[in-house]
């Protein structure tokens, strides 16, 4: 039974920073891809962040490439987000997802970070 759990998320003024986490248990890590996502009022999901289990390989978007940094603690079964230079644009539902080598997604149910500015 895989849970993934998110936190971090809250409200924070542009030009600030969050650290989202996502706690894993049910799995074994190795197996699986580690990703962030984000859903923003009126616009598509997208993939934020992701990173191999290992921590060896990591991609971004490139509207957050630069701000945003993926990383993962395999001693604690933990994925990080860390946000920097946050910007109103990245208002969204936060979402953790874990990728399956044979391509099964597992979800976490979200948590929503809002940017003032």
């Known amino acids: 039974q895989v849970q993934l759990v998110e936190s971090g998320g809250g409200l924070v003024q542009a030009g600030g920073s969050l650290r989202l986490s996502c706690a894993a248990s049910g799995f074994t890590f190795s197996y699986y891809a580690m990703k962030w996502y984000r859903q923003a009022p009126g616009k598509e999901r997208e993939l934020v962040a992701g990173i191999s289990s290992t921590g060896g390989r990591t991609n971004y978007a490139d509207s957050v490439k630069g701000r945003f940094t993926i990383s993962i603690d395999n001693a604690k079964n933990t994925v990080y987000l860390q946000m920097n230079s946050l910007n109103p644009e990245d208002t969204a539902v936060y979402y953790c997802?874990?990728?399956?080598?044979?391509?099964?997604?597992?979800w976490g149910k979200g948590t929503l970070v809002t940017v003032s500015s």
């Open positions: 997802n874990a990728r399956h080598v044979s391509g099964v997604n597992y």
